[in-house]
C-alpha cells in the first residue's frame, strides 16, 4: 500500500485505515494545508518501499509555480515545529503560489494518443507501453520507468525508441495471476500510448474492491487550475463483473469534501476538471490501475486599447485605435480573433466599416510575450457625442484551453465656435448742413467652419431693434458661407461738422446652442456751406501690379472730397465706387491713389467725382489704363 504525509500548521491527528496488505498509514495536520505532498508503497510482505523517480513517484512541478528551498523546512514553518514524524522527505509539489487570475476550461487534455496494433513506434518519440515484461524487455533496450505488476508477468514503462520499432498487435496467453478473482487465465494485451503534450511522472494505485480506497493526494490547488488525469487499467480484466471506479475529491481547510469527478476505469479513463475553490485534490480509487497527470495554471491575457486622438472637432473625422495584447501566462498562447463591439472583426478585411487595419491572426503570443496592431475608423457627430467601443481579444494554449481578455476606448466630439461678419455701410456718408435722408445697409454673414447659425436680434446702437425696419427682418437663418442683406432710410442732422455715429449688432445662436454674435459702425459727417474746386490734370497710368490714378487742384474752398469709380467700359452708370479721399482745402495739391485690384490685359476706366460741402458732384474723366508684362530684351550690337 501507500503512505501518504502531509505537513500543516496547526494540532495534528492520525488517521488509520484498513488496506489488503498492511495498513494505510498518514497523518494529517488541520488548518491551512501546506502545499507539498508524498507518496510512498508498501510491499506486498507489509514493509516499505519508498517511491522514488524509477518506481512509482509523482513529482507535480507546475510551470510557474515555485518550489520551496527545503520542503522539510517548510512543514516545520507552517506547524511550529518538527513536522510529521515519519521518514517522509517532502518534494516539490503542483501547487500555485499566487491567486491565479482570468478563466480557463476544464476540457479534457490530449496528453496521449493510443496506437492501433498496425502502428510503429517513431524513433525519439516517446511512448508507455504495456504488455508482457519480458516482451518489453526484449522490445527495448532502454526504458526511463518501468514497473511489473505484483504476481504478473504484466508491466508498463517509459519508452523513447532509438529506432523505428514495431510492437506486436494484441494476442492472448495464459498467465497465472493470484490478483484474479476468478480465473487463472487473462488476456495478455499489448498497447501503447504515445505522449504528446507535458506529462508527469506516473504512478501507481491499487486496492481490493472490499478493502479501503487507495488515496493519493496532488497537493493543495488555488481556485482556477486546471487539473487532468489519466488512467489505464493494469490488467483489463473484470473484478466478478462489478463496474471500476476512481474518484476526484477537494478537501477543503476544515475537513469537509466535495465530489469533483467519478471515473469509471477505462482503458484508458479521462478527467479534467476546473478547480473552482482552494482545496487538497485526492483521487481514490479501488482497482489496480496506472496514472499520470497534468496541472495546468489559469490562463490570463490582457487587452489594452488607446484611441489617437481622443478627441476631434465637429463634426468628427477618422480616429486611429491602437490594440495591444500582452500574455502574462506561464504558457505560450496562440491569439484566434479580435472582436470590437462596434466595428465587428478589426483583422485581416474587416468588417466593411473600418478604413484600415493592420491586424492580422493567429499570432503566436510567448510567455510574458505581446502584439500590438491598430485600425481606423470614422465617428461623426455632434459636440459631446462620444463613442466607447470594446475590442475583445480570444486565445487558446497548446491544450485547446481558451482565454479571452477586452478593454475599451472612448472618443469625443468637441464644439467648433461660430462666428458670423457684420457689415454697415450709410450712403450717403456725409450731409450739407443741417442734414438729410441716409440709407443704412447690413450684411450678415456665417463664417463658421462647420455649423448652420439662426440671426434672431438685428439691433441698432441708435434707432434700436431693426427687425421690421425697412426690409430688414429676423430670424434669419444662415448655412455656412450664408448671408442675408437688409436696409432702412432715415433722416440724420446735426450741426456743421458733427459726426453722426452708430453700431449694429446681430446675434443668435449656431444649431449646436451656442451663442454668436457680431457689429459693425457706420458714420455719417455734417459738412459745411458749398465749396468750389478747380481741377488741374486727372490721368491713370499702369506699374508693375498696379494701376496710379493722380490729380492736381488749383484750388479748394469747402470742399468735402473725391470719389473715385472705376469700370471696365466706358459707361459712368456701371462703374463701381472704389475710394474716396478727403479734401486738404486751401490753394490746391496733388492727390495720388494706386489700385492694386487689377489684371494684366484689361482696360480700365477710372472717373474722378467731387463733392463739395453741398452735396454737389462733378465727375471727371473717363481717364484710362492696361496692366501689361514688360519685356525686356537684350540690346545686340554688331
Given at each position: 500500500?501507500?503512505?501518504?504525509?502531509?505537513?500543516?500548521?496547526?494540532?495534528?491527528?492520525?488517521r488509520?485505515?484498513?488496506?489488503?496488505?498492511?495498513?494505510?498509514?498518514?497523518?494529517?495536520?488541520?488548518?491551512?494545508?501546506?502545499?507539498?505532498?508524498?507518496l510512498?508503497?508498501?510491499?506486498?510482505?507489509?514493509?516499505?518501499?519508498?517511491?522514488?523517480?524509477?518506481i512509482?513517484?509523482?513529482?507535480?512541478?507546475?510551470?510557474?509555480?515555485?518550489?520551496?528551498?527545503?520542503?522539510?523546512?517548510?512543514?516545520?514553518?507552517?506547524?511550529?515545529?518538527?513536522?510529521?514524524?515519519?521518514?517522509?522527505?517532502?518534494?516539490?509539489?503542483?501547487?500555485?503560489?499566487?491567486?491565479?487570475?482570468?478563466?480557463?476550461?476544464?476540457?479534457?487534455?490530449?496528453?496521449v494518443?493510443?496506437?492501433?496494433?498496425?502502428?510503429?513506434?517513431?524513433?525519439?518519440?516517446?511512448?508507455?507501453?504495456?504488455?508482457?515484461?519480458?516482451?518489453?524487455?526484449?522490445?527495448?533496450?532502454?526504458?526511463?520507468?518501468?514497473?511489473?505488476?505484483?504476481?504478473?508477468?504484466?508491466?508498463?514503462?517509459?519508452?523513447?525508441?532509438?529506432?523505428?520499432?514495431?510492437?506486436?498487435?494484441?494476442?492472448?496467453?495464459?498467465?497465472?495471476?493470484p490478483?484474479?478473482?476468478?480465473?487463472?487465465?487473462?488476456?495478455?494485451?499489448?498497447?501503447?500510448?504515445?505522449?504528446?503534450?507535458?506529462?508527469?511522472?506516473?504512478?501507481?494505485?491499487?486496492?481490493?474492491?472490499?478493502?479501503?480506497?487507495?488515496?493519493?493526494s496532488?497537493g493543495?490547488?488555488?481556485?482556477?487550475?486546471?487539473?487532468?488525469?489519466?488512467?489505464?487499467?493494469?490488467?483489463?480484466?473484470?473484478?466478478n463483473?462489478?463496474?471500476?471506479?476512481?474518484?476526484?475529491?477537494?478537501?477543503?481547510?476544515?475537513?469537509?469534501?466535495?465530489?469533483?469527478?467519478?471515473?469509471?476505469?477505462?482503458?484508458?479513463?479521462?478527467?479534467?476538471?476546473?478547480?473552482?475553490?482552494?482545496?487538497?485534490?485526492?483521487?481514490?480509487?479501488?482497482?489496480?490501475?496506472?496514472?499520470?497527470?497534468?496541472?495546468?495554471?489559469?490562463?490570463?491575457?490582457?487587452?489594452?486599447?488607446?484611441?489617437?486622438?481622443?478627441?476631434?472637432?465637429?463634426?468628427?473625422?477618422?480616429?486611429?485605435?491602437?490594440?495591444?495584447i500582452?500574455?502574462?501566462?506561464?504558457?505560450?498562447?496562440t491569439?484566434?480573433?479580435?472582436?470590437?463591439?462596434?466595428?465587428?472583426n478589426?483583422?485581416?478585411?474587416?468588417?466593411?466599416?473600418?478604413?484600415?487595419?493592420?491586424?492580422?491572426?493567429?499570432?503566436?503570443?510567448?510567455?510574458?510575450?505581446?502584439?500590438?496592431?491598430?485600425?481606423?475608423?470614422?465617428?461623426?457627430?455632434?459636440?459631446?457625442?462620444?463613442?466607447?467601443?470594446?475590442?475583445?481579444?480570444?486565445?487558446?494554449?497548446?491544450?485547446?484551453?481558451?482565454?479571452?481578455?477586452?478593454?475599451?476606448?472612448?472618443?469625443?466630439?468637441?464644439?467648433?465656435?461660430?462666428?458670423?461678419?457684420?457689415?454697415?455701410?450709410?450712403?450717403?456718408?456725409?450731409?450739407?448742413?443741417?442734414g438729410?435722408?441716409?440709407?443704412?445697409?447690413?450684411?450678415?454673414k456665417?463664417?463658421?467652419?462647420?455649423?448652420?447659425?439662426t440671426?434672431?436680434?438685428?439691433?441698432?446702437?441708435?434707432?434700436?431693434?431693426?427687425?421690421?425696419?425697412?426690409?430688414?427682418?429676423?430670424?434669419?437663418?444662415?448655412?455656412?458661407?450664408?448671408?442675408?442683406?437688409?436696409?432702412?432710410?432715415?433722416?440724420?442732422?446735426?450741426?456743421?461738422?458733427?459726426?453722426?455715429?452708430?453700431?449694429?449688432?446681430?446675434?443668435?445662436?449656431?444649431?449646436?446652442?451656442?451663442?454668436?454674435?457680431?457689429?459693425?459702425?457706420?458714420?455719417?459727417?455734417?459738412?459745411?456751406?458749398?465749396?468750389?474746386?478747380?481741377?488741374?490734370?486727372?490721368?491713370?497710368?499702369?506699374?508693375?501690379d498696379?494701376?496710379?490714378?493722380?490729380?492736381?487742384?488749383?484750388?479748394?474752398?469747402?470742399?468735402?472730397?473725391?470719389?473715385?469709380?472705376?469700370?471696365?467700359?466706358?459707361?459712368?452708370?456701371?462703374a463701381?465706387?472704389i475710394?474716396?479721399?478727403?479734401a486738404?482745402?486751401?490753394?490746391?495739391?496733388?492727390?495720388?491713389?494706386?489700385?492694386?485690384?487689377?489684371?494684366?490685359?484689361?482696360?480700365?476706366?477710372?472717373?474722378?467725382?467731387?463733392?463739395?460741402?453741398?452735396?454737389?458732384?462733378?465727375?471727371?474723366?473717363?481717364?484710362?489704363?492696361?496692366?501689361?508684362?514688360?519685356?525686356?530684351?537684350?540690346?545686340?550690337?554688331?
Amino acid at each position: 500500500m501507500m503512505e501518504l504525509c502531509r505537513g500543516a500548521k496547526v494540532a495534528r491527528e492520525s488517521r488509520t485505515g484498513a488496506s489488503r496488505k498492511g495498513e494505510l498509514d498518514w497523518k494529517v495536520y488541520e488548518g491551512e494545508f501546506a502545499p507539498v505532498f508524498w507518496l510512498r508503497q508498501k510491499t506486498m510482505n507489509g514493509g516499505i518501499r519508498l517511491a522514488g523517480v524509477g518506481i512509482l513517484t509523482l513529482l507535480l512541478v507546475l510551470a510557474g509555480a515555485a518550489t520551496p528551498a527545503s520542503s522539510s523546512g517548510m512543514a516545520r514553518d507552517l506547524s511550529g515545529d518538527s513536522g510529521p514524524e515519519s521518514s517522509c522527505t517532502l518534494p516539490s509539489s503542483c501547487v500555485p503560489q499566487q491567486p491565479p487570475t482570468g478563466s480557463c476550461s476544464g476540457e479534457t487534455l490530449p496528453t496521449v494518443v493510443r496506437l492501433s496494433s498496425d502502428q510503429m513506434l517513431q524513433q525519439g518519440l516517446l511512448y508507455l507501453v504495456k504488455g508482457p515484461m519480458a516482451v518489453i524487455a526484449e522490445t527495448f533496450a532502454e526504458r526511463q520507468w518501468e514497473e511489473t505488476f505484483p504476481g504478473t508477468m504484466h508491466g508498463v514503462a517509459l519508452v523513447q525508441p532509438g529506432k523505428n520499432t514495431s510492437w506486436p498487435p494484441a494476442s492472448v496467453e495464459g498467465l497465472s495471476d493470484p490478483q484474479a478473482p476468478d480465473s487463472t487465465e487473462v488476456p495478455s494485451i499489448y498497447n501503447a500510448w504515445r505522449i504528446v503534450e507535458g506529462w508527469h511522472p506516473p504512478f501507481v494505485m491499487y486496492a481490493p474492491l472490499d478493502g479501503a480506497p487507495d488515496v493519493v493526494s496532488l497537493g493543495v490547488f488555488q481556485a482556477g487550475w486546471t487539473i487532468s488525469g489519466l488512467t489505464l487499467d493494469h490488467l483489463n480484466y473484470i473484478h466478478n463483473g462489478q463496474e471500476r471506479h476512481a474518484w476526484v475529491y477537494l478537501v477543503r481547510a476544515d475537513g469537509t469534501e466535495v465530489l469533483l469527478k467519478q471515473v469509471e476505469i477505462a482503458d484508458p479513463a479521462a478527467f479534467s476538471i476546473l478547480v473552482s475553490e482552494r482545496g487538497e485534490i485526492q483521487i481514490r480509487t479501488h482497482d489496480s490501475t496506472l496514472w499520470w497527470t497534468q496541472c495546468l495554471p489559469p490562463l490570463t491575457l490582457a487587452v489594452t486599447k488607446t484611441a489617437q486622438p481622443e478627441s476631434r472637432p465637429e463634426p468628427g473625422g477618422q480616429f486611429a485605435f491602437t490594440v495591444r495584447i500582452d500574455n502574462p501566462s506561464p504558457v505560450a498562447l496562440t491569439l484566434l480573433s479580435l472582436q470590437d463591439n462596434v466595428y465587428g472583426n478589426i483583422v485581416g478585411q474587416g468588417s466593411g466599416l473600418l478604413e484600415g487595419t493592420t491586424c492580422s491572426v493567429p499570432q503566436l503570443l510567448p510567455s510574458q510575450g505581446s502584439y500590438a496592431c491598430g485600425f481606423t475608423t470614422r465617428f461623426l457627430g455632434q459636440p459631446g457625442d462620444s463613442q466607447t467601443d470594446v475590442v475583445t481579444a480570444v486565445a487558446q494554449d497548446a491544450q485547446g484551453r481558451r482565454v479571452q481578455a477586452s478593454d475599451e476606448a472612448t472618443v469625443l466630439i468637441t464644439n467648433v465656435p461660430s462666428a458670423i461678419e457684420v457689415t454697415k455701410t450709410a450712403r450717403p456718408f456725409w450731409l450739407m448742413y443741417p442734414g438729410g435722408e441716409v440709407t443704412y445697409s447690413f450684411t450678415v454673414k456665417n463664417v463658421s467652419p462647420v455649423d448652420v447659425v439662426t440671426i434672431d436680434r438685428l439691433i441698432d446702437s441708435i434707432y434700436g431693434d431693426l427687425n421690421g425696419k425697412g426690409t430688414c427682418r429676423v430670424p434669419q437663418r444662415l448655412s455656412v458661407g450664408g448671408s442675408f442683406s437688409c436696409s432702412f432710410a432715415t433722416y440724420v442732422s446735426g450741426e456743421a461738422g458733427q459726426r453722426h455715429v452708430n453700431t449694429v449688432t446681430a446675434s443668435g445662436v449656431d444649431d449646436d446652442g451656442q451663442p454668436v454674435s457680431g457689429q459693425d459702425t457706420a458714420e455719417v459727417r455734417i459738412a459745411y456751406v458749398p465749396a468750389r474746386v478747380d481741377l488741374i490734370s486727372f490721368a491713370a497710368s499702369p506699374g508693375e501690379d498696379r494701376i496710379a490714378i493722380e490729380w492736381e487742384t488749383a484750388s479748394e474752398q469747402d470742399h468735402w472730397g473725391f470719389n473715385l469709380y472705376r469700370g471696365t467700359a466706358p459707361d459712368f452708370e456701371n462703374a463701381s465706387w472704389i475710394g474716396f479721399e478727403a479734401a486738404e482745402g486751401g490753394d490746391g495739391r496733388t492727390y495720388r491713389y494706386e489700385d492694386g485690384d487689377v489684371v494684366l490685359g484689361r482696360i480700365y476706366y477710372y472717373w474722378l467725382e467731387d463733392v463739395d460741402a453741398a452735396g454737389t458732384k462733378t465727375q471727371y474723366g473717363p481717364a484710362t489704363a492696361m496692366l501689361v508684362r514688360r519685356v525686356f530684351l537684350p540690346v545686340i550690337s554688331h
